[in-house]
């Protein structure tokens, strides 16, 4: 079974940056587009980024300009670079296949955005 590794989460204060790394244990190229998702408390699961194969990006309205998504292939490693944070994100970030969601989900990374 695949295994997803996120890492990379902290305590920042708003305005802050925060650098993503989602480490995948299959060939993220055979994959194809992959996403960061984020769970904040007492929320359902949101995608905020996604990636084809050629660099193709996509964001959610909430975090377009801020966030940028990144992939190494070769690497097997999904990066999402977060800029200006707002206590808005704070939340469990997780990364996933983009289109049917390999199992089981990784642990995620808590990202938590106070003063």
């Known amino acids: 079974q695949v295994q997803l590794v996120e890492s990379g989460g902290g305590l920042v204060q708003p305005g802050g940056s925060l650098r993503l790394s989602c480490a995948v244990s299959?060939?993220?190229?055979?994959?194809?587009?992959m996403g960061w998702y984020r769970q904040a408390p007492g929320k359902e699961r949101e995608l905020v980024a996604a990636i084809t194969n050629v660099g193709t990006t996509d964001y959610a309205d909430s975090v377009k300009g801020r966030f940028t998504i990144s992939r190494d292939n070769a690497r097997n490693t999904v990066y999402l670079q977060m800029n200006n944070l707002k206590p808005e994100d704070t939340a469990v970030y997780y990364c996933n296949a983009r289109y049917q969601n390999l199992q089981p989900w990784g642990q995620g990374t808590l990202v938590t955005v106070s003063s």
């Open positions: 299959r060939s993220i190229f055979s994959i194809g587009t």
